[in-house]
């Protein structure tokens, strides 16, 4: 089961061959100050997962994700509107930032998993115009860091990735891949 509402996800998952169903919720997604980086994603993966535990079947799986953009220490979530979109671009604009995924893996018999990818992501000088533009066009409030590495400013703007692709786009697929391989024994048959 996948509990997400991004369609990128779902369709990583479905490019991988994996069959799911999408069950949502509502789950606060607010983390306390103290954590940093990777510990946010990894938190907030682990505190959604903790929304299904219940409705679990035993031979059910629930994979939640959350995808932060870190500049320095500063954790750059979902924009609020557009200028806090802007905002967020013009500070990450020439600059290298990293992009933090946390996944958990949740059994309906209690087994959990909860890990992370990494990715350095740089960007180039943007003009505000450009900025502005892609705010506007593409209006990415529900995107972590105020951009999709997918869209137009993933074309014009990154310049270099260290790391996983799909982990920037919300899923570190390959991770994802190795350990439901070791949760469930293997997925592809014999």
């Keep these: 089961m996948l509990a997400s509402n991004s369609p990128r996800r779902r369709q990583l998952l479905t490019d991988l061959g994996l069959t799911y169903e999408v ?8 983390f306390s100050e103290h954590l940093r980086r990777a510990e946010v994603a990894e938190y907030l993966a682990a505190h959604k997962a903790q929304a299904y535990r219940a409705g679990l079947a035993a031979d059910e799986v629930v994979l939640t994700a959350d995808t932060i ?6 954790v750059l979530n979902k924009p609020a509107d557009e200028a806090e979109a802007i905002r967020m671009l013009t500070r990450l604009q020439g600059r290298a930032h990293d992009v933090f995924t946390g996944v958990c893996l949740l059994t309906g018999g ?17 003009t ?16 972590a860091g105020a951009y999709g590495a997918q869209d137009w400013i993933g074309m014009v703007a990154v310049t270099r990735l260290e790391g996983s692709y799909f982990n920037v786009m919300g899923l570190p697929v390959h991770r994802v891949w190795e350990e439901l391989t070791k949760l469930m024994g293997g997925l592809l048959p014999a």
Excluded at 23 to 30: G, H, I, K, Y
Excluded at 69 to 74: A, H, P, S, T
Excluded at 110 to 126: E, I, K, P
């Design 23 to 30: 069950r949502l919720q509502e789950v606060d997604e607010s």
């Design 128 to 143: 505000p115009t450009e900025i502005e533009f892609y705010v506007r066009q593409y209006r990415p409030l529900d995107k």
């Design 69 to 74: 953009v870190c500049l320095e220490d500063d």
């Design 110 to 126: 209690g087994q959990q998993v909860v890990f992370s990818d990494q990715t350095r992501v740089h960007f180039r000088a943007l």
